[in-house]
């Protein structure tokens, strides 16, 4: 992995370095965490809003999601079919969110280089039904599944 330094000279912090200290100064949403109220088991379909199967996945499989302590693991498809957790927060009003930095090959007009990428899925749990929308760079799925 290549690493650029931000600024001249020796001692300089790497981007990464910066990219952690920006994201560790509480970008993220600032409501209280769910606690274990929408705790549980929720089956249901994931399917495929924008992208190709080839790189985002089928375009719809069956999905289950344990939520346990206000957090839950989302699969984020790094290439189909291999999949990684994602960590996705639950906010005592039901809304969901979580988002990942990840690595992948960008392609321009004369080569293919490495370059990084966000992942978010965004959403709500509302009677017993989990919300979710997963947006990264190529790929866009939706989550519809029922606690049960």
């Known amino acids: 992995m290549r690493m650029r330094a931000i600024g001249n000279g020796a001692g ?51 999905e289950t999601i344990e939520v346990r302590g206000g957090r839950f693991e989302y699969p984020f498809v790094v290439n189909w079919p291999r999949t990684a957790p994602m960590d996705v927060q639950v906010f005592a009003d039901g809304t ?16 293919q280089d490495f370059m990084t990428a966000w ?11 989990l919300e979710a929308t997963m947006a990264d760079l190529r790929c866009v799925r939706h989550l519809t599944a029922r606690r049960g």
Do not use: M
């Open 12 to 62: 300089c912090l790497p981007a990464l370095a910066v990219l952690a200290a920006v994201l560790a100064s509480g970008c993220a949403p600032s409501l209280p965490s769910a606690g274990t109220q929408f705790d549980g088991t929720y089956t249901g379909l994931d399917s495929l809003v924008s992208g190709t199967p080839y790189q985002c996945g089928a375009p719809a499989y069956p």
């Open 96 to 111: 969901t969110h979580g988002q990942a930095q990840y690595g992948t090959d960008g392609y321009s007009r004369w080569r």
């Open 119 to 129: 992942v978010t899925v965004d959403g709500r749990i509302s009677d017993a039904t």
